[in-house]
Nanobody, 114 residues
């Protein structure tokens, strides 16, 4: 499966963005989908994930502000980001763990200005 992420951009602190990640095939048989992010000079950080049953988890740093969801009919996972902070600035990557390997999207840049 290939993943295509989109929706990044430049936003002021306190603003919102919605990221999308479209898969190249049906995701109905895929259990977990999620997002990581990588800020300049930092390691990649897990942000949120959701399973096929709709159960979601998110990192403490984004809990209450970011919401992950998926639409199996559209083969897409979303990340709704509200109350954005400058420290949320990063390249955001969607991912799908597939047993022995993980597939990654190409990344979408999110920049939050203060």
């Amino acid at each position: 499966v290939q993943l295509q992420a989109s929706g990044g951009g430049l936003v002021q602190a306190g603003g919102s963005l919605r990221l999308s990640c479209a898969a190249s095939r049906s995701v109905r048989s895929i259990n977990v989908m999620g997002w990581y992010r990588q800020a300049p000079g930092k390691q990649r950080e897990w942000v949120a994930s959701i399973n096929s049953g709709g159960s979601a988890n998110s990192a403490g740093s984004v809990k209450g502000r970011f919401t992950i969801s998926r639409d199996n009919a559209k083969d897409t996972v979303y990340l709704q980001m509200n109350s954005l902070k400058p420290e949320d600035t990063a390249v955001y990557y969607c991912y799908v763990p597939l047993g022995s390997y993980t597939t990654w999207g190409q990344g979408t840049q999110v920049t939050v200005s203060s």
